[in-house]
């Protein structure tokens, strides 16, 4: 399993950069926050194109591979199919998503709004790609995966390089984990140079299964950010990141403290996250992750698909 | 009517360094909006402690002041309010807001929950106003305006000192406006230096009316942004900057256009705003304001005060 590089990294973040918007990092210091340590940067990613940094690994991949003339397809009703076919209407691409029956009907008018063609097949996710992988070998088209994909790896890991670029080297930065592609991207930047933590929900704990059994292994998957966060696997690129040694450890969170720091995110910051974005938070909060005085801690807010009333 | 220097900015910039928070400067190429300018750089202000720009002017009132032992006074539901019994509670100090019998129980539970004593008076906001003024001259309490204060107006222009700051000067800025506390305070920074436009609901035109007369006059108000710009009647202050040449344009918005694109902003870019805050994009979208090519258009994101499930 080939894992990226800085090098690649850097080439996917030139290719993209007209695709993608450089968004903020938003430096506080610890106590703005509640915090003892010295500073808390908010790369505030939720705000990207697409409501999630899914966007960067599709735009990479599209742009780095040939787009035969079926276009795009993949099996996500999540962020990765909003941001397949975001990329895909940008940049004048067919695309189609597959989704199961179990998929709301909010998620298929969103993704036909986009562009994308939406085709409803079998009762769950797994019969959703069954059908999906199918289509594939038939039209030819170019399968987008939502997290275990070299480019949408590398895509994902431009985020590392760009908190970087600004603010200099963090000496901790905590990132949330579904399927891998976030935190293997940006552990694969940092590359050991500072300490990469990842943060699951204790109901979706796809890494810290991997880490207790030694391999990827399968895991049940619930709560409150399964929607984002639901992979059911480790994907095999961060799972080679991780025996790297670029990931520094693993937490687990209960949904109770991920929708309280959600709210309280909210309440506090006018930030309005979806769950799977406020784990590093709940992290700080909860007291799991204690940085020491000095450190300046970076948190990636990874996105905002959400039903806004959902805050109150 | 004294107006504020670009020094007295600076010193109270100083001042309140360690209360608020220095908000992120988000740049955009104005294509990422749908626009034909070079650049959007959206200053989020909504961000700020207490949601909105307020929180720098009542701190700096506070820190430029002697609080007597009775602490701080105001007729406020709104903002202001909420900016007043942050900053009182930050400093330890005393608090009362006096409140109509219009005003909702929520907005009372929010501010008895920041420690302000809330005090109902009255049946609408000159009632209130006038029991605030009452008990004022009886307790000796440090008296807080929403926007007609040259320490609250001084702490709004910190907002264009960050902003120059960070990117430097731009063509234009875009500022809403109510009572005119924040237009003036940034006019004044920029001091004729770039065009500084104001934006004011069609249905709260109290800068537009002024011009139109020659002086400050009262209007009716009303509106989806009234909560927030439904001030009577210019403040002295911004009348004296308008008068100063520092503020180029006032243009009026209709509550449509005001709500669609609090909407769009949603949508498109993530952001939870208040309709207020969305007037500068309604500007741009609607083309009531068009920039040329080569222009970068500061816009300042006022307010985060808002019902998250509005924006569904």
């Known amino acids: 399993m080939t894992t990226p590089t800085p090098e690649i990294i850097r080439a996917a973040a030139s290719r993209i950069a007209g695709d993608v918007r450089r968004t903020p990092l938003w430096r506080l210091p610890g106590a703005a926050l509640g915090l003892r340590c010295a500073e808390v940067w908010l790369k505030l990613e939720q705000l990207q194109v697409g409501g999630s940094f899914k966007a960067r690994g599709m735009f990479n991949r599209m742009r780095s591979l040939p787009v035969p003339a079926a276009g795009v397809v993949v099996a996500s009703g999540g962020n990765a199919g909003i941001a397949v076919a975001t990329a895909a209407q940008s ?32 009762a769950a996710y797994p019969d959703a790609l069954a059908a999906c992988l199918a289509r594939q070998r038939e039209s030819g088209a170019l399968l987008m995966h939502a997290y275990d994909q070299a480019e949408v790896v590398a895509g994902a890991g431009t985020l590392g390089g760009e908190i970087e670029a600004e603010a200099g080297l963090p000496e901790r930065v905590l990132v ?30 796809t890494l810290h299964a991997a880490r207790a059994a030694g391999m990827p292994v399968d895991v049940a998957v619930a709560g409150v950010a399964a929607d984002s966060l639901g992979a059911r696997r480790i994907g095999d690129i961060a799972w080679a990141v991780q025996r790297q040694g670029f990931i520094a450890a693993s937490h687990l969170l209960d949904d109770a403290a991920i929708r309280d720091a959600q709210r309280r995110i909210w309440r506090e910051l006018r930030l309005a996250v979806e769950p799977a974005a406020a784990l590093p938070l709940a992290a700080l909060w909860t007291g799991l992750v204690q940085p020491v005085a000095h450190e300046r801690v970076a948190v990636i807010v990874c996105g905002a698909n959400l039903d806004p009333a959902s805050l109150a």
Do not use: D, I, Y
């Open 91 to 122: 940049l004048g691409v067919a695309c189609e998503v597959f989704l199961p029956e179990v998929s709301s009907p909010a998620k298929r008018t969103a993704l036909a709004a986009l562009g994308a063609r939406v085709v409803v097949r079998g």
């Open 176 to 205: 949330s984990v579904g399927g891998g592609g976030l935190v293997a991207g940006v552990a694969a930047w940092f590359g050991g140079r500072c300490r990469v933590e990842a943060l699951e929900p204790a109901l979706a704990p």
